[in-house]
């Protein structure tokens, strides 16, 4: 049982206290980390007191502490789940060796490489969404922003601390390089594509939330499979942070379709303007969003024939979604799986070794999930009595990673022309006038209990806390 | 409290996800300790016998699906295929349904509702007044802070008796035992107001081991026997059913028949919002039916023991203490001798031959005056334990009275829940 020291700093459950320089490192870190928070943290917030969920132990109990507290004040903390003492690689070529507690020499480049690349995503999504709070719909959904906006701190301190701890020098600079990047910045731009992306509204936050947190999900998962014992402990304790992220955007676009369907049915219309002129978002545009946020996403798994990726995994760093979970050899030499490609215009299936696919086979578990909620969606349109369904776009619809890059693929998976792409673009990517329209509706409400009327309100509030509790407490 | 169990004559407390709300994250089932919780492509599903209720996993759901329960007769008790299946949540049995089964509804609605975190638990059903939505889930701002988990029900503890007194006087039929264990060298803090699990050692008629009974701890946190590793727990042997049929509770019979030197299984600690205030002149309004009286125990005797120690000032403790009997009531006798300026202590007895029934929420109303200036003083604190049929009562009655004072019970009760200033834990 570990416990957590009250008197430090630093909430954690790794004996800071007896670790001088990785304390100092880590002190030394913290006020860059809070002046990066000011600086390009969510906009406006510093005097607001949140109604928080922090985590202060990684029990049950522990991890759920809810409480108004001011954001910057919040207990960033460095947690690993319990760990087990015998535990043994369970994939790859060191199958069957005892889990590393420490990085291996030959492991150390790749190892960095995939902590910085998951770190960078954490405080870029905070950049990506600060100006977000001073659009919020409702008070419950901007503490949810701002839940996930501390959440997403602390997972930075999460990948800093396995920096600092493991990586000597190395590992300080890339912590310090991780608050330099700025989204979207031309000079000094964060690692993946995806992250330099605007949110520009909430529905994007949504469908953002929903779908490239729920990569972030795939990832950590990979990763919590890892024969690095320490990195495989902190992203499993990640995950549970991460499923709100996933809350926040599954029912935030439900609570968007509620809405929508409510106003068509009042209106008894499907015409897209007059849902419109009614301030509520039409189901085209909402269409639209995600076809781009899925398409985004889907880029982020990596090229679908990769040679890092069979490195990664039969040298043990990053496991396969479940790994543990699967019936195989978890070795996979001499097993292949079907990747895409576009011969003679036409989109083929390829037999490829599954080692050098298994960017695409976490894509294709990735896909699965995905759908399993859009599924969902469609229950609030069935249940409304709307006849239109929300669809998930063709995996190669709209990518710019891997052989599919640059192909002109229709939604449904055709192969069409560059005069067809150009000519049906609008109707399958949210175009200007569509994001003009959604911001058109972003406008602030902070009285407990009131909605802007593009969205529904929740089923529940948080923490069994009424729908029109005072989540935020703006002073 | 007596036993948190999710069955009781024969009809099961069943633990259910909302297929609505769920978003399908898998926390649930990575976190449940006893792998109740399951799942396919379509669902994630409880199995009704695996379930002991622990809560591990409710604060950590991001989307509150998990908090979900049907009261069912253990025999149409939902199976995992047929969730599975579920768009959404099943209804309530109807009276008629139940009757159909052979058991009446009043039955059902009396079956023990457990808690074991001391949240209250969203009761299904809709009433009138919901006196459960007032009950705080956060401690008061001067709780100490308690340790909780330390031993889940994965991997219990040994505890030692170094004491089992039967407290009730002779000759009554119902017994309530006041059993002291002691844990060695072995870690186990705790706080008034907290509770420990005891796993009977056997088996049930399924073959499956028994789950732990969670008791409410009766003594202060520096021990039963001050400076001693120790605690003590009130727990009444169940003798009788809720419709007084025969029947022997597996666990309250194990512990009231424990001998000293015999070992038994503990789990927990646990609660960590049911705790009391410690700072100077802080107010405990304590209300409590039969075993019930256990925390309030606690807290009193802690109290006491800071004041012989002359180290702190003031604050009131008022106890409102309801029983069928005048010889029901355990610690009777020890709470009659405590000092009138310490404690204002008032009791209601039910069952009395020849003088009509009283209960603690027609006490609360005769001191009305007294609870009205409590209600106004940021200081006080309010706790309420014993058995479910009473919180309602009791909560209306505050109720009243805050409006009667010219209050308006909705502000007052929505500032103690969140001042951390009401609990509720009944069962």
């Given amino acids: ?475 | 409290m007596t036993t948190t169990t999710l069955i009781d004559n024969g009809i099961l407390k069943q633990h259910l996800i909302d297929p609505e709300i769920c978003i399908r994250c898998n926390t649930c089932e990575a976190i449940c300790p006893v792998n109740a919780i399951t799942h396919d492509d379509n669902n994630y599903v409880v199995r009704a016998d695996v379930c002991n209720g622990c809560m591990a996993c409710i604060s950590p759901c991001p989307t509150g699906s998990i908090d979900n329960w049907r009261t069912m007769p253990l025999v149409r008790a939902y199976s995992i295929e047929e969730q599975l299946t579920w768009e959404e949540l099943p209804p309530e049995l109807s009276p008629d349904q139940w009757a159909a089964d052979g058991v009446s509804a009043s039955a059902a609605d009396a079956a023990a509702v457990p808690s074991s975190v001391p949240e209250p638990m969203a009761e299904p059903g809709t009433q009138a007044f919901h006196s459960a939505k007032f009950g705080a889930t956060v401690p008061p701002w001067s709780a100490a802070h308690p340790y909780t988990n330390l031993f889940p029900p994965k991997s219990p503890t040994t505890a030692t008796v170094v004491g089992n007194f039967n407290c009730t006087e002779a000759g009554f039929e119902s017994e309530t035992h006041h059993v002291v264990l002691d844990f060695g060298s072995m870690p186990f803090p705790v706080l008034e107001g907290q509770s420990i699990g005891i796993v009977p050692p056997g088996t049930d008629a399924l073959g499956k081991a028994h789950h732990a009974r969670q008791y409410s701890i009766a003594s202060p946190r520096n021990g039963e026997r001050p400076g001693y590793n120790n605690l003590a727990l009130t727990v009444k042997r169940v003798t009788t059913d809720h419709d007084g049929n025969a029947v022997r509770g597996i666990a309250s019979n194990y512990v009231c028949d424990l001998k000293v030197g015999d070992e038994v299984q503990v789990v927990g600690p646990f609660g960590s919002s049911f705790l009391m205030p410690n700072h100077p002149r802080s107010h405990i309004v304590m209300i409590c039916t039969g075993t019930g009286s256990a925390p309030m125990r606690a807290m009193t005797e802690w109290r006491r023991r800071l004041r012989s120690s002359g180290k702190f000032e003031g604050g009131k403790l008022m106890l409102f203490f309801g029983a069928r009997t005048q010889q029901e009531l355990p610690y009777f006798g020890p709470l009659q001798n405590l000092p009138k300026d310490f404690i204002d202590i008032n009791l209601a007895f039910s069952r009395t031959a020849g003088q009509p029934k009283r209960y603690v929420q027609d006490l609360m109303r005769e001191r009305a005056a007294d609870l009205a200036a409590l209600l106004r003083d940021g200081n006080s604190h309010f706790y309420v334990c014993g058995l479910k049929s009473m919180e309602e009562g009791v909560v209306m009655a505050l109720r009243d009275i805050a409006n009667e004072a010219g209050g308006d019970w909705e502000t007052v009760g929505a500032t103690l829940k969140r001042e951390g200033r009401l609990h509720l834990e009944t069962y």
Wanted: avoid cysteine.
């Fill in chain 1, 1 to 475: 049982m570990s416990s957590i020291n009250y008197s430090e700093k630093i909430p954690n459950n790794v004996n800071l206290g007896e670790d001088r320089t990785l304390q100092r490192a880590l002190e030394g870190w913290q006020p860059n980390f809070i002046n990066w928070w000011d600086d390009v943290g969510p906009e406006g917030s510093t005097n607001h007191d949140v109604y928080l969920r922090t985590a202060v132990s990684v029990d049950p109990q522990g991890w759920a502490q809810f409480g108004h507290v001011k954001m910057r004040d919040y207990r960033w903390g460095i947690f690993l789940n319990p760990g087990d003492a015998d535990r043994k690689i369970h994939f790859g070529d060191h199958k069957g060796e005892k889990a590393w507690q420490d990085v291996p020499g030959e492991h150390r480049a790749n190892l960095r490489r995939i902590i910085v690349t998951q770190g960078d995503t954490e405080p870029a999504s905070v950049e990506q969404q600060r100006h977000l709070g001073l659009t919020a719909p409702s008070m419950y959904d901007l503490r949810n922003l701002f839940q996930i906006n501390v959440e997403e701190g602390r997972h930075l301190w999460a990948m800093v601390y396995l920096l600092q701890k493991h990586f000597g020098r190395d590992g300080r600079e890339e912590a310090d390089a991780l608050l330099q990047r700025t989204s979207g910045d031309e000079n000094n731009p964060r690692i993946l594509g995806a992250f330099n992306e605007k949110t520009p509204d909430w529905l994007a936050f949504f469908m953002f939330t929903y779908f490239t947190d729920r990569d972030g999900k795939f990832q950590l998962a990979a990763l919590a499979e890892s024969a690095f014992d320490p990195l495989a402990r902190t992203t499993k304790f990640m995950l549970t942070e991460e499923a709100h992220h996933m809350f926040v955007g599954e029912s935030g676009v439900s609570r968007v379709l509620a809405r929508t369907a409510q106003v068509m049915n009042e209106l008894k219309t499907d015409d897209a303007q007059k849902v419109r002129a009614a301030g509520a978002i039409d189901l085209g545009t909402i269409q639209r969003y995600l076809n781009f946020h899925y398409s985004v996403t889907i880029d982020l798994f990596g090229a679908d024939q990769s040679s890092n990726a069979a490195i990664f995994y039969s040298s043990g760093l990053k496991g396969r979604y479940e790994e543990g979970k699967r019936d195989d050899d978890h070795q996979l030499k001499g097993q292949s799986y079907k990747v895409l490609e576009v011969k003679d215009g036409q989109l083929v299936e390829k037999e490829v070794p599954m080692l050098n696919a298994l960017n695409e086979v976490l894509r294709d578990d990735f896909i699965k999930d995905s759908v399993a909620g859009v599924t969902r969606w469609n229950k609030v349109l069935e249940k409304a009595g709307i006849a239109t369904r929300l669809v998930v776009p063709h995996k190669a619809f709209n990518r710019q990673i891997g052989a599919l890059t640059g192909i002109k693929m229709s939604p449904e998976g055709r192969v069409v022309t560059e005069v067809e792409w150009e000519a049906k673009k609008s109707e399958w990517l949210p175009t200007s006038d569509d994001f003009a329209f959604v911001a058109s509706l972003m406008k602030r409400e902070v009285e407990p209990g009131k909605f802007a009327g593009w969205i529904s309100p929740p089923v529940m509030g948080i923490n069994r806390q009424p729908v029109d509790f005072e989540y935020v407490r703006f002073n």
